[in-house]
């Protein structure tokens, strides 16, 4: 079986192929910017290209797939954070780097195989407008800024469609510059922004003066370095695709003469009441504020697994407890599973739903069909590699009633593992024995707390 995903460009769903005669399979894909926790819509996007990643390596081998995803460490928001902080640059972005890593691990997202950063590609950033201006395709303006001409670049649209929809609306070129990295004066992009007071110390030297890159070619120069010219899937928010994946392939291919991706994909927002999860409208939720309300990353995995990529997802808090609940399920439903002997094509269903353009709530509705039909036929092996694709980990949530002296904590983890193994006899045992210590457990669905025995 192979993977279909959409394609925005040709608004197909087709499937992925390494372009090249090497058989490796090159996959860029936007990465944050970093000058705050990434919150939870952001990981949809980052957790949905984690399936992608893994359906990829199923299918082509580990060893031939580059993933890359870039670090977006200089623009306007972190440049502002930095002053409003007081603290340098690379202060604030190595710091918000490292809880991105973190959160990602957390949610078990595999690590891309290059993780590049803008600033450290000024020099291709540079090499690149260099070009575009060579090849009549920028140009500067008095205040030592570049800027790419969207007219030298007759395809300029083909993505968003973009001039359509000037057509009808005769506005589409115009939104964009309300971007901060857009000309005022129409649709021409910033390659190279100015010095400015602003910017305090963040700047470096170019053939146009100091300044700093615009937003849109860190990208371009990143894909060429480390993936090649040319690509065979590229991916982000939908709210990537105009401008920034435009202004990429734009830029890319006026630079490069040839194309830039085969495959473009790009998944639906989270949102909250209706609108797009995002920093500036406040509505935000991150790992750590769901953990302080007592939800697993693995839980906010599986809720955003839940929606189907290419559709918006409202999120709400009661997604979690189900989550928690499914995760459960698939637990206790792996722990009665023999190790081998059974059919290992017990869920070809599931996968077949993921490659069928990344259908997870597809996926995840074959999985519990398959649940509700019982173990037999199926083994540990088949279950955990499926589950692997969707990059759930099972483990159970840490019991609560930690200052429950050592051994009322083992008699509690041996009851609830008999409970789990249907085993209830030991289970009414070992609560008997729980409470001559003096305490009580209580069960819930997905764990246990203690506590002292009410007199
Ligand atoms: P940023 O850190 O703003 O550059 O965004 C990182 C990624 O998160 C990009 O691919 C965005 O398209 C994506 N993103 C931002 N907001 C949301 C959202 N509410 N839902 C899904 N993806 C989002
Ligand atoms: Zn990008």
Redesign the pocket.
Known sequence: MALRLFDSLTREIRELKPSQGDGVLRFY??????YAA?????????VVNDVIRRLLDRQFGASHVLHVRNL?DVDD?TIRRSREEGRPLQEVTRHWTSKFHSDCAALNCLPPHVEPTATGHIEEQIGMIAALERRGHAYRTDDGSVYFKVSSFPEYGSLSRVKERELKTGSALKTASADADEKEDGSDFALWKAHKADDGDVFWPSPWGQGRPGWHIECSAMSKKHLGPTIDLH??????LFPHHENEIAQSQCCNGQLFSHHWY??????VDGK????SLGN?YTLDDLAAKGFRPMAVRYALLAGHPRKQ?NFTLEALPAAEKALTTLRTFRDTLPATGGDPTALASVIAALDDDLNTPGALGALFTRINQGPAGLDRATFDETIHLLGLVLTAPPAAGQDAPPHVQELAAQRWAAKQARDFKAADLLRASLLETGWTMLDRKDGYTLERTKR
């Open positions: 894909n936007c990465g944050p910017t970093v990434a919150h939870i819509g952001n990981f949809r996007t980052f977006t928001k991916t982000g928010g939908v709210d990537l790009h998944s639906e927002h989270l949102l797009k999860m995002s920093k935000l997802l």
